[in-house]
T-cell receptor, first 114, second 110 residues
Framework: KAGVTQTPRYLIKTRGQQVTLSCSPI?????VSWYQQTPGQGLQFLFE???????NKGNFPGRFSGRQFSNSRSEMNVSTLELGDSALYLC?????????????FGPGTRLLVL | KNEVEQSPQNLTAQEGEFITINCSYS?????LHWLQQHPGGGIVSLFM???GKKKHGRLIATINIQEKHSSLHITASHPRDSAVYIC????????????FGKGTLLTVNP
């Protein structure tokens, strides 16, 4: 079974631009969560989608948004990029949003904002 | 807001040593995750536990719900165990949000 895939793996953008990152979960997994990892803040939860609905959201500004499609693939979008948005963006999938579900992480997309 | 603290931040050990990494959290949770991150970024979920103890090979994770504390132990450490270990607390109820510790950088020397 293929793992979680993320595209692109690396991305360079300039301030003010917008970016869209993609995540394909493990086949059969319906929940996709997104995380941001920076050297200063560590890992932080962005949002979680289940069956095309955003179920939970972290403390990030409205410039960060996402969506999930009927095949469970998910995208996250960051508009009006700032230098501080440079980070590793990770997605993770699981079967459902049950309390005991293991999450499987993708390799991440490394975003550099210049 | 849940605060998750890990200690130590950095840990250097000799091959074969017994390793302990600690994690404490401030509010009640439904589950505690231990993750491993190797250089390059890939994250692997090691354990998810809500009570007691779990063991997988040389790795053991324990949790004390009353004390809001969890430990990750590595027996007979090996250089390939060198990685960042991160604990993450999942809030209760229907909230799937994970709050992460800052991570512990483990280096095991041969």
């Amino acid at each position: 079974k293929a793992g979680v895939t993320q595209t692109p793996r690396y991305l360079i953008k300039t301030r003010g631009q917008q970016v869209t990152l993609s995540c394909s979960p493990i086949s059969g997994h319906r929940s996709v969560s997104w995380y941001q990892q920076t050297p200063g803040q560590g890992l932080q939860f962005l949002f979680e989608y289940f069956s095309e609905t955003q179920r939970n959201k972290g403390n990030f500004p409205g410039r960060f948004s996402g969506r999930q499609f009927s095949n469970s693939r998910s995208e996250m979008n960051v508009s009006t990029l700032e230098l501080g948005d440079s980070a590793l963006y990770l997605c993770a999938s699981s079967l459902a949003t049950g309390q005991q579900e293991t999450q499987y992480f993708g390799p991440g997309t490394r975003l550099l904002v210049l | 807001k849940n605060e998750v603290e890990q200690s130590p931040q950095n840990l250097t050990a000799q091959e074969g040593e017994f390793i302990t990494i600690n994690c404490s959290y401030s509010v009640g949770i439904s589950a505690l995750h231990w993750l491993q991150q190797h250089p390059g970024g890939g994250i692997v979920s090691l354990f998810m536990l809500s009570s007691g103890k779990k063991k997988h090979g040389r790795l053991i994770a324990t949790i004390n719900i009353q004390e809001k504390h969890s430990s990750l132990h590595i027996t007979a450490s090996h250089p390939r165990d060198s990685a960042v270990y991160i604990c993450a607390a999942r809030e209760g109820g229907s909230n799937y949000k994970l709050t992460f510790g800052k991570g512990t950088l483990l280096t095991v020397n041969p």
